[in-house]
Each structure stands twice: as structure tokens, then as C-alpha cells.
């Protein structure tokens, strides 16, 4: 409270800042007040419109709107200089913004109405939610969206001016459409700065997003008795057309008391379902313009952090760990997943709600991932604490120490959104190294290992592999096997080991063992022998994305 | 290390002496740990031998649970049905089918029987639009050899998803390798039908000890 003396007419504001600041703020509050046609904010005040709309209709400059709360009397007292105008005035919620600008909502939870004090207030209420939910920002971004009905009252308003005034001298020089501030402008000018005071960092462009979301239960109830009204038009002409009557034989001077009942119906007829305001419609029915409202928006805010990326490349170690999770009829399949481990591990760090795991190709539940890796990217949705490169380096850490050795992880670092694109740019195109394990019905000679190594970009035709056939179109497709190696296994005349590099998306373990043939060719079918494949491994995925630099 | 290796590594070495000394300097410790690194992988693939078994199973005994249909709808008509996971079923004739014991073994296939020629329909999408829907004695193909003709059955009720027109060109195949590459069609049953037709099959050793092949 305050503790200073204040000059007379301001005596009904409850100023918490310092004598000086209260003086300067009173000094522009007049001097952006003083100038503006009296007759027309008597008018404004009288049909309910709130002190800062009235300002914002006018144009006046942004910076007004941050200071302490200024009410309908004060404005009305700056503007006679003296307390007799409305000085009993009663708290009621703005015909216009319906009680937004006055930072009074209806709130979501208990359905009370709160009223704050000042923008100040409003802010603390909010900072104490991204204070509680435990978010670490360096930054925030602030969205409002405010109900249609706002900005249908808004419009109508404006248009009775215009055809009101519009021959005055003051009307000219403010261009009054023009220089109007929107709602959710001013709203978000008052309560920004006093957010990055609570909050200790500065509004941005930020990934941490503020939002107030404001709706009113009138704003949606009168779109459906206008698309009822307007079926009715259709059927029954007479009872309608009454009511238009009504509105056109009422006098012109606004009349707050007149409940038009039609009238509601045709603001909102000429709101929604005409584009452009047809001013001459709603001027006329401006007598009772808008509705005095008994209750203001609901508000609901929230904050969260847009989705953070971190990308990387998997290893895989086990033959029994499957990519993502995979379970059949409630039984999972395999002991675990490298998107579990990796997700499960990174999460709690982050403190995010949820993740999502993605990777550029995949490998079968027993084929592991070794060499570079596989490139992967795993988004965090509304991370609490974005981490730092050193927290990142001790997430990479501790999943490659984690006793069963499952999963390796490598180059992991946070990414923004291209990191998306990054990992699918020309992934159709990318090679991949494998090694198979192969057994062939007779014993490997010399001539064979000539045979393999000089097949060079060698084309397959391989029909869809029964093990997919069932979810997969039967097709034919072409790919190439760009060079092979095969390497002796000590101590073994059947078994040996085959290098290859392989176009995208061929079917390595079919062009092994041939499909029952319906891989052509198939390593057997070159070597002219049955050959069974018992391990694959993946050595290599060629791709340029997630590499240290 | 086999002498592939060898050679790899003796190439990544040449082409870093081709460099200049100064740069030499710089990239030993990159050249060492990209050697390091292949070496720790390659000590990952090589298998250890003593586990290997002699004889591997074949990807059809891995990949499938084979069932047997003995003197199908007709004496010597032995078909095989192999069921994998996903609930696809391909069948074809089984080792001890009649036609084999003919003279020169079977000399063509000819898949125009019944109402269509089974190799000309064309299955599309995932959905497997077009596919013709076919009960279990409905005729598949027709084999020849020297001597006689024999009608192959499809033995499951399903959707018919591809016939092996391969043999149409290749009916040695059947002589080969009937149990593989010879395969006469695939066929897609719904899991009731299977479950139906399954107490009619035999399993491998029941066929085994049917036909006395222990």
C-alpha cells in the first residue's frame, strides 16, 4: 500500500510503487489522457468500456499500459478534474475485452472469478507456475489468444465511432482505425516486463512458450444462435423479421439498458458472416452495442518448452534388443529396446513429459549395430532443463557404462529442428556395410573368394521376402550390391565371413540364403550351392549426419 | 588376420606416408585410433569356431514350421505346407510325392488349370487386392513327367498371394530341390481357416514315421 500522499483526483489508486514513480506514471497518464475528445470517452465509459481500452482505441502509446492499474473513475477524473464523475462507480468487466485488460478472468480450476490488482499481479501468478513446474529458462516467449467475441465487440465499436465521429476535427487527425492497439498487443505489453523482472530473463524468441489461452462461454453460444438463427431466417421469415424490426425503430443514443436480445444475433451475424464490418448495419444497432457482461473469460495458462532434440548414433550389442519397443499380445519381445535404454536414461536429465525416438533405417531384432553406428534422434517433449554440453557428455557416459552393455551410444548432442532433416536427407540413397556369418553346403575354395570380390555394383532383384509378404506390397524390387569380401574363418572350410556393401533397404539375410529363389541372385546361386546365413552384423551406415566434427 | 585385412590396413598406411611429415605428425594419432577401432570391431565378427555347429539349420527349418498332407485328395499326392510366423503359407510337393518316382522325373508345370491360369494374376498392396480366394482342393497346377499327370492342391483354404512361375521355365526344379527353390505357390490363410485345416496335416516326424523315412 501506499504510504506517500497523492494529489486529490487520483485518490482511488492503490499505487504500490514509489512516490516519484506514482508522480511520473500520473504525469503521462494525463498527458496521454488530456488530449483525447471528453465527450467521446464519456460515451465509451458509460456503454462499459475499461480505462485501457479506451486508451487503446485511441492509439495511445504502448508504454502507458505498463504502470500501475488505472480505473474508469481515474480516467474520467483526469479528464474533468474533478472526483463527481462516476466516483461510486462499481467494478464491472470492460464491454469490450471482457475483463482481460483489467486482469480479471474467470479462473479454470475453481471457476472463481480473480481479479488482479495490477499487471504486476497478473505476472506473479504466472511466474509462480514456471517456477513450480521447475522449468529452467534463459528466455520466454509469450503468446495470448483472446476469444472471437473480443474482437467482434471491438469491431462494431469501432464502426459506430467511425460513422459517429467521423466529421470531427479530432477524428481526422488520430485516424482512429488505424492507430487501435489490439487486445492481445497491450496485454502482452503490460505484463512482459514485469514477467522478465519475476523470472530473471528476457522475453524472446524463445523455445520456453508462455501461453494464455481466454475464452468466454458467450463467445461460442453466440456463433450457434446465430447458425440457429440464421436456419430459422430460412424457415420462419415473420418471427425474424419482427425482430429486426425491433432493432431499427430504437433511437439512436446507446441505451445500455435494452437487452437486444435480436440485437446480439445480428452483431454476430455481421461479425462472423459477413467478412468485411458492414458499418452501416452496426452502427445502427450499436444502441445497445454491446452486452454488458456478468462474467469474464476463463483463462487458462500454461508453459512449456517446445521440443528439444538430441541426436546421435546407436550401437547395438546384443541379438536380442530390438529397436523400439515391440510387444505382441502383452508379451514383449526381446529383453529390451534401444529406444527404452536411450529414452529412459535421457529423460529424467531433461525432466521432459515424454520422448520419441527416431532412427534413420532400422536392423532386425538379432542383427547388431556395430561399427559408426546408426544415426538416431530422440525428442524431448516440454524438457524442464535444456542440458549442457557437459551433462550431455555424462548422458553419452553413463549409457556406455551401463553393466549389461546392451547399447552404445555415440556423439550425442542436443540438435535444434534441422536435425530432422538432417537425418532423412537422401536416406534412400545411403550404403550400407554389413558382415555375415555364411555356411555353404560344400567347402569354400580359392576361386570362390575371386568370384565374390570381383562382382562390383552388382544389381538383385529380390521379390518381397516371405517374412514381410504379409504387411508388405508383393513387388519386385531392383538393388545393388556394391562390392563383397569374403574373409576365411580359421579353423572352418564351410563357414566364412562376408563383407558387403549394399544399396539401401536390400535384404541381406534373402540375398544369402535366396528366399526359396526369390532372390536373384542369391549368394548360393553365385557360388552354385546352398548357403544358409547364421549372424548378421551391421559395420556401417554411411551416412555424413551426427559425426563428431 | 586374413590377408584381406592385411591388405586394407597396408592401404590406409600408404596413404598416409603419401602425405607431407607435418601432416604425418597430425594424423598418427586419427590413423591409429581408426586402426584401433577396425580392430576391436573385427574381433566382434570373427565367431568363436568351436560353437559353430556342423550343419547349420536351413532358413526353412528356422524361418518355418512344416506340416505334411499325405495322399492329398488322391494316393501318392504327398504336399508339404510350410507355416511361417506371420501366418503365410507355401506348399509344395513333398519328397515322396509320386511324380518323383516316375522315369526322368517331371519334365513341366503348367499353372492354367480350373478357371484361370494361376500365373497371371497380379496381387497388389499390402491389402493384397485381386488375390483369389481358394479352398483346399482347389487345383493349383498340374505337374507332368514321362509318363503321367498329376494336380497339385493348394491343401490350405486362403488367398492364393503368388504362384513360383519360375517353374514354368524351370520344372527341373521340382527334381532338385522341391523342398525350396521348387515351391509351387504361397498362399495366405485366415487364421481360422488354418486352424481348421491344421488337424488334418501331419507334423515332420509324424510324416517321417508315416512314410517310414527315419
Known amino acids: ?549 | 588376420m586374413s590377408d584381406d585385412m592385411v591388405d586394407r590396413t597396408r592401404k590406409l598406411e600408404e596413404t598416409t606416408v603419401s602425405n607431407s611429415l607435418h601432416e604425418e605428425e597430425e594424423e598418427r594419432p586419427v590413423r591409429e585410433k581408426a586402426e584401433y577401432e577396425e580392430e576391436e570391431l573385427h574381433k566382434l565378427l570373427v565367431p568363436d569356431v568351436s560353437q559353430l555347429p556342423p550343419t547349420p539349420p536351413s532358413a526353412v527349418e528356422t524361418n518355418f514350421v512344416s506340416y505334411f498332407a499325405p495322399d492329398f485328395m488322391k494316393p501318392g499326392n504327398d504336399q508339404y505346407v510350410y507355416r511361417h510366423a506371420n501366418g503365410l503359407c507355401v506348399v509344395g510337393l513333398a519328397s515322396t510325392h509320386l511324380a518323383f518316382k516316375d522315369k526322368g522325373g517331371i519334365t513341366a508345370v503348367d499353372f492354367n488349370v480350373g478357371k484361370s491360369d494361376r500365373s497371371s494374376m497380379k496381387v497388389t498392396g499390402k491389402r493384397k487386392r485381386n488375390a483369389q480366394h481358394f479352398e483346399s482342393n482347389t487345383a493349383l497346377c498340374k505337374v507332368c513327367t514321362g509318363d503321367d499327370s498329376y494336380v497339385v492342391r493348394c491343401c490350405v483354404k486362403g488367398s492364393l498371394l503368388e504362384v513360383n512361375d519360375r517353374l514354368i521355365k524351370q520344372p527341373e526344379l521340382l527334381n532338385s530341390s522341391a523342398d525350396r527353390e521348387g515351391y509351387i505357390a504361397i498362399i495366405m490363410p485366415k487364421p481360422a481357416d488354418w486352424l481348421k485345416v491344421k488337424t488334418s496335416l501331419l507334423s515332420l516326424e509324424e510324416f517321417k514315421i508315416l512314410r517310414e523315412l527315419c
Not at chain 1, 538383385?460 to 569374403?486: D, G
Open chain 1, 1 to 549: 500500500m501506499s504510504n506517500d500522499t497523492e494529489p486529490a483526483q487520483v485518490s482511488s489508486v492503490a499505487a504500490e510503487s514509489h512516490a516519484g514513480d506514482c508522480d511520473a506514471e500520473m504525469q503521462l497518464l494525463e498527458g496521454a489522457v488530456r488530449p483525447l475528445p471528453y465527450h467521446v470517452v464519456k460515451e465509451l465509459l458509460s456503454v462499459g468500456v475499461c480505462a485501457r481500452c479506451v486508451l487503446r482505441l485511441f492509439g495511445i502509446e504502448e508504454h502507458i499500459y505498463c504502470h500501475s492499474s488505472f480505473s474508469q473513475s481515474m480516467l474520467g477524473s483526469i479528464l474533468e478534474e474533478e472526483t463527481s464523475f462516476k466516483s461510486e462507480v462499481e467494478f464491472q468487466f470492460c464491454s469490450v475485452c471482457l475483463g482481460v485488460l483489467q486482469f480479471s478472468y474467470c479462473d479454470d480450476g475453481e471457476e472463481t472469478v480473480v481479479k488482479k490488482e495490477s499487471a504486476k499481479d497478473m505476472a506473479l501468478s504466472i511466474a509462480e507456475l514456471v517456477k513450480q513446474e521447475g522449468h529452467q529458462i534463459d528466455g520466454f516467449s509469450l503468446e495470448v489468444s483472446v476469444p472471437p467475441l473480443i474482437l467482434e465487440n471491438e469491431s462494431s465499436l469501432l464502426s459506430h465511432m467511425k460513422k459517429k465521429y467521423e466529421s470531427e476535427p479530432w477524428f481526422q487527425e488520430r485516424l482512429l482505425l488505424s492507430k487501435c492497439h489490439s487486445v492481445k498487443d497491450v496485454l502482452k505489453f503490460a505484463i512482459t516486463k514485469p514477467l522478465e523482472t519475476l523470472l530473471g530473463v528476457k522475453a524472446s524468441a524463445s523455445s520456453f512458450r508462455i501461453r494464455l489461452t481466454y475464452t468466454h462461454k458467450r463467445a461460442s453460444k453466440k456463433v450457434q444462435n446465430s447458425v440457429e438463427r440464421n436456419q430459422e431466417c430460412k424457415r420462419r421469415k415473420t418471427g425474424t423479421e419482427n425482430a429486426l424490426h425491433n432493432v431499427n425503430d430504437e433511437s439512436v443514443i446507446a441505451d445500455k439498458d435494452c437487452s437486444g436480445y435480436s440485437t446480439i444475433e445480428t452483431n454476430s451475424v455481421t461479425g462472423i458472416f459477413s467478412n468485411g464490418v458492414q458499418d452501416q448495419e452496426t452502427s445502427e444497432h450499436f444502441e445497445s452495442p454491446i452486452e454488458k457482461v456478468s462474467e469474464p473469460c476463463h483463462l487458462v495458462y500454461v508453459c512449456c518448452r517446445t521440443h528439444i532434440y538430441l541426436c546421435g548414433r546407436y550401437l547395438k550389442y546384443s541379438r536380442n534388443v530390438s529397436q523400439t519397443r515391440w510387444i505382441i499380445d502383452e508379451e514383449r519381445m526381446g529383453e529390451a529396446s534401444v529406444e527404452e535404454i536411450i529414452g529412459s536414461n535421457i529423460l529424467p536429465i531433461c525432466q521432459g513429459d515424454n520422448y520419441k525416438f527416431h532412427a534413420a533405417g532400422r536392423e532386425d531384432i538379432d542383427v547388431r549395430m556395430l561399427g559408426s553406428g546408426r544415426p538416431f534422434l530422440l525428442e524431448i517433449q516440454n524438457a524442464r532443463q535444456v542440458p549442457s554440453e557437459l551433462i550431455v557428455k555424462e548422458m553419452e557416459s553413463k549409457i556406455n557404462g551401463l553393466e549389461n552393455k546392451l547399447v552404445g551410444v555415440k556423439n550425442l548432442k542436443v540438435v535444434g529442428s534441422q536435425g530432422w532433416a538432417l537425418m532423412h536427407e537422401g536416406e534412400a540413397e545411403k550404403q550400407k556395410q554389413y558382415c555375415a556369418l555364411v555356411w555353404i553346403s560344400r567347402p569354400l575354395e580359392d576361386e570362390d573368394m575371386q568370384t565374390i570380390s570381383l562382382l562390383n555394383d552388382m544389381k538383385i532383384l529380390q521379390r518381397t521376402p516371405i517374412r514381410v509378404l504379409h504387411r508388405r506390397s508383393p513387388l519386385e524390387r531392383e538393388k545393388i550390391i556394391h562390392w563383397m569380401k569374403i574373409e576365411r574363418i580359421a579353423g572352418s572350410s564351410q563357414y566364412f565371413l562376408l563383407h558387403l556393401c549394399t544399396q539401401a533397404g536390400t535384404y541381406i539375410k534373402e540375398f544369402v540364403h535366396g528366399d526359396l529363389g526369390r532372390t536373384q541372385p542369391s549368394v548360393g546361386s553365385i557360388l552354385g550351392c546352398r548357403a544358409e546365413i547364421l549372424q548378421l552384423d551391421v559395420t556401417d551406415v554411411k551416412m555424413d549426419c551426427f559425426v563428431t566434427e
